[in-house]
């Protein structure tokens, strides 16, 4: 049977005590000097040193060459008080857990007034100080007070607070503290290298965070360890798997899903956490501290090393990559919520339930307050900076979009594409068939002024180049999963946009593929195809995908079951048709521009049948202009009239949504 690693390494002097040089150093100088006091009160986290440093205090004050800082080890005093001595009758251990009553600490005081029997001194450690009685520190008050010159008292709590002031008035109290974890993982491996046990990257921080900076519990981790390692020594994976830590794998698995809010990747990590058997706690407390790893990187590129000591060089060049992909902001977003659901998640009846809601919280894009304009903030630079390119100023984008003169659009605001301005033409009235004149010849098309068209010559006959579309910039790492990843966001702009194509895409198209150039979108089928060509839905994906990644592409649509057939010719936004003569408003009301029927235009009646007549046929006239006029109205083009080439639904949705019928079923003829 093997003797515990504490019990086998633990110091005999204040020279191999580790970390606490800020206790250590004062002692060995007050033995020094000869200023050693009555009583001492050690206080500190559990395994950090506490009865060990009063123990070697008690064999330096009774060691034959001291009182001394070092102690000689040879004498019989600090043979008897060495690692695996028998110890001195002289040096009493009391454990105030079971011995803190009134009754001990008058015993106590009593076998106090006779002098020690071998040693220079009597010296009484009384361990965990606090659980001694208010009546037992009563009792010892005044032996603490004015003690006998051969008794030194040596006090040891975690709690020093519930001491009673005036014991703890009356001693000198030092701190203990925990050790560094980069110390403490230095005195690990040398033990390890003592013990000729390999170790493997990574553990001895495992070991570290599960002793939580106590020595005495991280030794035991070791211990552990070691006793249940192989030839091969201490493996990363097997030190994971006995520890209860999350694998690197895991995590980096996890962060990556987070940063591209993709939600598939993150719930299949949360699956595979619940089936390993893994504490959903622990995972949090992780991803907590891979989330803090990753806002150190941020905060200082350079130096991220000096502050995560002891972290492989592979993994701290994969933190920066992790971290490269989050912006600060975002990484202080998903901190905050990831710190809160770990508060929440203490007597959690549903620990898999909470951290599920914790990543669906960190995935949701932040929309308001202060960390959600940072985390957007964060996104839209970053994807600026994927993209290569800087911010879309084309002739195409909308910021370049001038408004016309005299018009009241402010300057800056971009014209809405969902009703584009129509151009009112005054529209002759109508005449009889006896007064038009010859029909006139169709004349060329209009073009603005700004406009240019193919074959057209300037004054001195030289011909205007086509105005061609910029080169899209280069697309950097943008590729097809990227876009499906922000796919909602450019819905999300669409929405902003055009509310009709926003649904169109919604229900019925999704990304197929993207090759820097040209993005191609599937929809459902060979009809809703047609009317994505046919209208301005390609052209506002095209402006939304360039708003939101700074990605300057071609948008075609095609079947989804018609893209195993081969490349389809490139889908172009058609223009909205022109709105047809027939439809156009009439000007006037129907009894001011009634036309003048011929009988009564060619001359004069003579008779009163003649008049009779005439009036009769002037009345049928006018009834025949007033019904021209109400058909011209109810063709005309109205603002809030719907497209019917850009109509979302086809068919039965326009049943249920227009005439406000309910569709049972179809029968097959």
């Known amino acids: 049977m093997s003797t515990a690693l504490y019990r086998r390494y633990r110091p005999e002097s204040f020279a191999d005590v ?9 002692l060995m100088q007050a033995l020094r000097t000869g200023r050693v006091s009555h009583a001492y009160l050690f206080s500190g986290p559990r395994g950090c040193g506490k009865t060990t440093s009063a123990r070697i205090l008690a064999r330096c004050l009774n060691c034959e060459q001291g009182p001394t800082p070092i102690p ?3 004498c019989d005093s600090c043979v008897a008080l060495a690692r695996d001595g028998s110890g001195s009758v002289d040096v009493i251990e009391i454990d105030a857990a079971s011995h803190g009553g009134v009754d001990d600490a008058r015993d106590l005081r009593e076998r ?3 002098g020690p029997a071998m040693a220079r001194y009597k010296i009484y450690i009384i361990d965990e100080a606090h659980m001694v009685t208010p009546q037992g ?5 005044k032996i603490v007070e004015e003690p006998p010159e051969h008794v030194k008292f040596i006090f040891a709590t975690t709690q020093p607070d519930k001491v009673i002031g005036t014991i703890r008035s009356r ?3 030092y701190p203990f503290r925990l050790v560094p974890p980069t110390r403490l993982q230095e005195y690990l491996g040398e033990l390890c290298a003592a013990e000729g046990v390999a170790v493997a990257p990574g553990v001895l921080s495992f070991v570290v965070r599960a002793g939580g900076g106590s020595v005495r519990d991280s030794l035991s981790v070791l211990d552990q360890l070691m006793s249940g390692s192989g ?3 201490l493996t990363y994976q097997g030190a994971a798997a006995l520890l209860g830590f999350t694998e690197a794998e895991m995590l980096d698995a996890t962060i990556d899903g987070l940063a591209a809010a993709d939600a598939g990747a993150v719930f299949r990590q949360i699956d595979k956490v619940i089936e390993t058997g893994h504490d959903p706690r622990r ?5 907590l501290e891979r989330l803090r790893d990753l806002i150190v990187v941020a905060a200082v590129p350079d130096g991220a090393s000096s502050i995560l000591r002891g972290t492989p060089q592979d993994q701290l060049e994969r933190i920066r990559q992790q971290s490269a992909a989050f912006g600060p902001g975002a990484l202080s977003r998903a901190a905050d919520i990831v710190n809160a659901g770990l508060t929440e998640m203490s007597g959690a009846t549903a620990p898999r339930l909470q951290l599920e809601l914790i990543c669906a919280r960190v995935l949701l894009p932040g929309a308001s307050g202060e960390s959600g304009y940072a985390a957007r903030l964060d996104r839209l630079e970053r994807r600026l900076e994927i993209s290569g390119a800087p911010a879309p100023t084309g002739p195409r984008s909308p910021a370049s979009v001038s408004a016309p003169a005299g018009s009241s659009q402010r300057p800056g605001s971009q014209p809405s594409l969902s009703n584009p301005p129509v151009r009112h033409e005054p529209v002759p009235e109508p005449r009889l068939a006896s007064e038009q004149g010859p029909a006139p010849r169709a004349g060329p098309p209009v073009v603005s002024p700004g406009d240019t068209r193919p074959g057209d010559a300037e004054p001195g006959g030289e011909r205007v180049p086509v105005q061609e579309r910029p080169a899209a910039p280069a697309a950097g790492r943008i590729d097809t999963d990227a876009i499906r990843r922000s796919w909602p966001d450019i819905l999300a702009k669409i929405f902003t946009i055009r509310r009709t194509t926003w ?14 150039t040209r993005l191609l979108l599937g929809i459902q089928t060979q009809g809703l195809a047609a009317t994505f060509r046919r209208g301005q839905h390609a052209e506002l994906v095209r402006q939304a995908l360039s708003e939101v990644l700074g990605v300057e592409a071609v948008v075609e649509g095609i079947p989804t079951t018609a893209r195993s057939a081969g490349p389809v010719a490139p889908a172009t936004a058609g223009a909205v048709p022109a709105v047809p003569p027939s439809a156009a408003p009439v000007s006037g009301s129907a009894t001011s521009s009634a036309p003048v029927h011929p009988a009564v235009t060619a001359g004069r009646p003579s008779t009163p049948m003649q008049r009779a007549r005439a009036v009769v046929a002037q009345e049928a006239s006018t009834r025949t202009t007033s019904s021209l006029s109400s058909v011209a109205a109810d063709s005309m083009v109205s603002a809030d009239d719907e497209d019917i080439q850009e109509a979302v639904a086809v068919g039965q949705p326009v049943i249920a949504r227009v005439l406000g019928g309910t569709v049972i079923g179809e029968l097959d003829q």
Request: charged share 20%; net charge negative.
């Open 171 to 173: 001693t000198h109290h």
């Open 283 to 287: 995972f949090v407390e992780d991803l």
């Open 18 to 26: 580790i970390g606490q040089d800020h206790v250590t150093q004062p």
């Open 503 to 516: 649904t169109f895409l919604s229900e019925h198209t999704q990304v197929l593929d993207y090759d820097g």
């Open 112 to 114: 106090a007034a006779y």
């Open 72 to 74: 000689c080890g040879v």
């Open 137 to 141: 520190f009563n009792a010892l008050l």
């Open 231 to 233: 030839d091969e020594g």
